[in-house]
């Protein structure tokens, strides 16, 4: 597969990952190509819309052929940067962080999740799936040590932008924020924000029209 | 506050939970009134976009007074359907089960749950803060019983499909959804999506860059 441009709009890369993921199932039940329509189909989208979004990034179908999925695959990898591994650590052992920890496909893709860490003493020294839980106050030296990148903030919104600002001072480029407030961070601090209220929100105001 | 459109675009409809906040913060710090500027300045928007923005929903400032902030707290309110309760359940009584049953914002803004359902024997009967979990056999009966509209789905994909179809045959219309799939539902029931894939590949994508 090509190189591809870069300038892939924030739209589509949204979309990546359930392309992705139905490419991974496809590879799973052996499948080797497809067309523009069948996975428009499977996905609920139009032929054409598979087409603009997979040309985005140099995935060109050929004509009578469709496109090869492993090849697919691989170009939304690492388009993604999950072709090689991020190490992370999760701050806030909750059963947020806890359900973090857990989570499947964060395993699968790359992410290698270095420690868990918290102030509650009864959390702290406990092992979740072979995952440490330190005190909080060991962070910086571990993100230092260990060059961690990313951070996934699972503290109650009263910690967040403190624990926030010590991740960055050690070195995190990339917060994941679970906590329900605005993080205030120097230019260049990638700051993803998994907003549970607007999604619930959003439901709300759906079963309400 | 006068009667608004409800032609209000998805856009603003999911910026609301922000203004949402920001005003509840600013009733908390006791604040009357607050003109466009300053809370643009507040929430990083310019004084147009939240002009247009509450022009949506008939939030008319006054020239030289501003917003009232208890008034348009009150609209965004009605507009999200928040202003009743909503009788949810929960299904899947695992970590992110537990997490969203904990939710601070949930439960404060009228989002009643009544239950949570499992299959695990060793979790059945447990209480999560006054909340029974039961077994998932249970859920049809206790969804018609209560008039349950709200299911929070938090089981594994491969069982998401079933309990979404047990959930709408039993009557609920709207389902908030943390398994990462894609629900098959019949036309009127509303999903919401929650998709941690997307917004940690995106993270990843920002990071790549």
Redesign the interface.
């Known amino acids: 597969m090509e190189t591809f441009s870069?300038k892939v709009s924030?739209a589509v890369?949204?979309r990546?990952?359930?392309y992705?993921?139905y490419l991974n199932d496809l590879i799973t039940q052996g499948q080797e190509r497809i067309s523009s329509k069948e996975l428009g189909e499977m996905?609920?989208l139009t032929a054409s819309q598979i087409r603009q979004d997979l040309n985005c990034f140099g995935g060109y179908g050929q004509q009578g052929y469709g496109y090869n999925i492993m090849e697919l695959k691989s170009a939304i990898e690492v388009?993604?940067?999950?072709d090689h591994k991020?190490t992370c650590i999760i701050v806030g052992a909750?059963?947020?962080g806890?359900?973090?920890a857990?989570?499947d496909?964060?395993k699968r893709?790359g992410?290698e999740l270095k420690a868990m860490f918290d102030i509650d003493p009864k959390l702290v020294d406990a092992n979740v799936r072979g995952i440490r839980i330190f005190h909080v106050k060991e962070m910086t030296d571990f993100i230092k040590l260990y060059n961690v990148?990313?951070g996934i903030l699972c503290v109650p919104k009263e910690h967040a932008q403190i624990v926030a600002d010590e991740m960055i001072d050690a070195g995190v480029?990339?917060i994941?924020n679970f906590a329900?407030t605005?993080l205030k961070v120097p230019d260049g601090v990638?700051i993803?924000n998994?907003?549970?209220?607007?999604?619930?929100?959003?439901?709300?105001?759906?079963?309400?029209?």
Not at 79 to 82: A, E, M
Not at 195 to 209: G, V
């Open positions: 870069k924030m890369v949204r990546l990952p359930k992705y993921r996905m609920g388009l993604l940067g999950i991020h909750g059963n947020l806890l359900a973090i857990n989570y496909e964060f893709k992410f990148k990313i480029s990339a994941w329900p605005d990638i993803e998994v907003n549970l209220s607007e999604s619930l929100f959003t439901l709300s105001y759906l079963l309400n029209e």
